[in-house]
């Protein structure tokens, strides 16, 4: 059994700053991707960042040059650092990650007040 959990989520003026933590425990051997999706009210989930194994990242345009995506794979954690926050990033943050399938979590909130 493998297990997500996110923290690191809260309400947040515009402009500040976040970091988002995801800690997976289980039975987790080789980690390929790991990544970073977000759901809006009303909206479909969408990417926000991934990191592979072997370090290269890649990120939404949209969040691109704020958001940066860092993993530690001796403590199986993955980590999303957010600047900048602006009234379009407010959504449920979910991590996942690939092994032999994709693992999700239970999701962590952002709100940004203006």
């Known amino acids: 059994q493998v297990q997500l959990v996110e923290s690191g989520g809260g309400l947040v003026q515009a402009g500040g700053s976040l970091r988002l933590s995801c800690a997976a425990s289980?039975?987790?051997?080789?980690?390929?991707?790991m990544g970073w999706y977000r759901q809006a009210p009303g909206k479909q989930r969408e990417l926000v960042a991934i990191?592979?194994?072997?370090?290269?990242?890649n990120y939404a345009e949209s969040v691109k040059g704020r958001f940066t995506i860092s993993r530690d794979n001796a403590r199986n954690t993955l980590y999303l650092q957010i600047h900048d926050l602006t009234p379009e990033d407010p959504a449920i943050y979910y991590c996942?990650?690939?092994?032999?399938?994709?693992?999700w979590g239970k999701g962590t909130l952002v709100t940004v007040s203006s």
């Open positions: 996942t990650i690939q092994i032999r399938m994709t693992y």
């Open positions: 990191v592979a194994s072997g370090g290269s990242t």
């Open positions: 289980g039975f987790i051997n080789n980690i390929n991707n």
